[in-house]
């Protein structure tokens, strides 16, 4: 049983900054990968960032530079600094967990980021 919450997301106009949280509860085994993926109306999921255990990162081409991932393992979360946020950016943000070496994936709730132009 894992639990991933998310929080942090909010209205803000463009140029400005958010910080997602999402820590998760439950079985965590040390071997994951944590990431955000986001979708937008009328878009796929698609992948926004990923961090390993290890603290190996993947961005998506359009968030390099602006956006920032992060990890605490101690307290099992992931963190999102976003900074220069465009209207673009709007989109449902979306926790993950990935257990690749036990075929276990895990979704947050979603949180909403809208950035005004």
């Known amino acids: 049983q894992v639990q991933l919450v998310e929080s942090g997301g909010g209205l803000v106009q463009a140029g400005g900054s958010l910080r997602l949280s999402c820590a998760a509860s439950?079985?965590?085994?040390?071997?994951?990968?944590m990431g955000w993926y986001r979708q937008a109306p009328g878009n796929q999921r698609e992948l926004v960032a990923r961090?390993?255990?290890?603290?190996?990162?993947t961005y998506a081409e359009s968030v390099k530079g602006r956006f920032t991932i992060s990890r605490d393992n101690a307290k099992n979360t992931v963190f999102l600094q976003m900074d220069n946020l465009k209207p673009e950016d709007t989109a449902v943000y979306y926790c993950?967990?990935?257990?690749?070496?036990?075929?276990?994936?895990?979704w947050g709730q979603g949180t909403q980021v809208t950035v005004s132009s």
């Open positions: 993950n967990l990935e257990i690749r070496w036990r075929s276990s994936n895990y």
């Open positions: 439950g079985s965590i085994f040390g071997l994951n990968t």
């Open positions: 961090i390993s255990s290890i603290g190996s990162t």
